[in-house]
């Protein structure tokens, strides 16, 4: 089959000739339906390189995943082959506390993962190919009816990794509350769909281009506020001066990350989300008194779950535009020259 492999850091992925994977057992391969492309693969195509990540390439592309079971592996018997599936995409030990709690993206036993806190397309082979091998059954959450695999795909990451972060703030989130969504991305134009379906707070949407505000409105952001000069004082003056319960940063840059600082309402949440690679200085003054500072990463197993289901019931709707394999490096360079719109998503079939 062809597949879309990242062969070394710091190069584009490149599509080649590799064989069809089989399932062991307990282990299943699913058809790709299909393969969200996410930022981050942009950081690992351009920024990541020698020791930064305990993997490494060559491995196939393609962290979001959904798709129809394909081969079940030995002592699979509670999937059946054509079932459409969405696919857990941190995948750790599967004994270990957190994994038993469906934490799997914080392993406590990592040497004992298939690859050391990394996953399909991180690490081992994704689902930028025709086939994908999942290493466990556990990893499958049978799709709920309504969703199809090209829209659970962005779901597993652009739509998880906000709902987790969000969910983790909802405590702060209630009414009169104010979120702010820097970067209304992949992730962002998900993340404001998740505040306005969960929370009854306001939300202020933030980014650099005037095309994703207008999605943000579209999905329900309250206020837009283009990224700049002038920002930080839109968003006070849109919490009557007094800043925001919740900054989910998007993006992670210096600006960015001075931005959600100097908006931040104490008591509030400042949650890191982007890997732009940024920081932001921390004493007892850089932040308003007890705002708390974070980095998310994804998110558990059951969240997933409650996010497929708001998927299903169209709570949620990825903006998606689908390319086949040949096209997914030209998508990936739109998206690193900010010309895409929500995700694309790889059908690798088409
Ligand atoms: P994306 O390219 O789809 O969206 C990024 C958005 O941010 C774009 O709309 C862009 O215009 C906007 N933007 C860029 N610079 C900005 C600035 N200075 N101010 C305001 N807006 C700005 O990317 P994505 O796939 O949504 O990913 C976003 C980030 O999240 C990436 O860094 C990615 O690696 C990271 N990510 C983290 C996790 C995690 O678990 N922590 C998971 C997935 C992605
Ligand atoms: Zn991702
Ligand atoms: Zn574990």
Redesign the pocket.
């Known amino acids: 089959m062809r597949a879309l492999r990242l062969l070394e850091w710091k190069t584009e992925p490149e599509i080649v000739e590799v064989e069809d994977p089989h399932p062991g057992p307990g282990q299943v391969v699913i058809r790709v339906g299909g393969a969200g492309a996410?930022?981050?693969d942009?950081?690992l195509m351009h920024d990541f390189g020698g020791d930064t990540l305990p993997w490494g390439p060559p491995f196939t592309l393609g962290h979001e995943n959904a798709g129809w079971v394909h081969e079940l592996g030995e002592g699979v018997t509670h999937l059946r082959v054509g079932q459409a599936v969405a696919v857990y995409g941190p995948w750790g030990c599967g004994t270990c506390a957190r994994c038993q709690l469906g934490i799997e993206i914080y392993c406590d036993n990592p040497a004992g993962a298939p690859v050391p806190g990394g996953g399909g397309g991180l690490g081992l082979d994704g689902g930028m190919a025709e086939y994908l091998l999942v290493p466990s059954a556990r990893h499958l959450l049978v799709l709920p009816e309504g969703l199809d695999p090209v829209r659970a795909a962005p779901l597993t990451?652009?739509g998880l990794?906000p709902y987790h972060a969000v969910r983790r703030s909802w405590p702060k989130l209630a009414p009169g509350a104010t979120a702010v969504v820097?970067?209304?991305?992949?992730?962002?134009h998900l993340a404001v769909q998740i505040l306005k379906q969960t929370t009854a707070a306001r939300v202020v949407a933030?980014?650099?281009?005037r095309e994703?505000l207008d999605l943000a409105t579209a999905l329900g952001a309250d206020t837009t506020v283009l990224?700049g000069g002038q920002a930080a004082e839109e968003i006070r003056a849109a919490t009557h001066g007094m800043g925001a319960d919740v900054v989910l940063d998007?993006?992670?840059?210096d600006?960015?990350l001075r931005?959600g600082a100097a908006v931040s309402r104490p008591l509030g949440d400042l949650t890191l989300?982007?890997?732009?690679g940024g920081s932001l200085p921390f004493s007892f003054f850089s932040q308003p008194y007890e705002v708390s500072l974070q980095?998310?990463?994804?998110g558990t197993r059951p969240e997933l779950v409650e996010v497929l289901d708001l998927g299903a019931r169209r709570l949620l709707q990825p903006r998606i535009t689908t390319v086949g394999l040949d096209d997914a490096l030209d998508a990936y360079r739109r998206?690193a020259a900010?010309q895409?719109e929500g995700?694309v998503v790889v059908v690798p079939t088409s």
């Open positions: 996410c930022h981050s942009l950081h990451d652009a990794t820097i970067g209304v991305g992949g992730l962002g933030v980014d650099t281009r994703a990224a998007l993006v992670g840059s600006d960015t931005l989300v982007g890997i732009a980095t998310t990463y994804w998206m900010g895409v995700r």
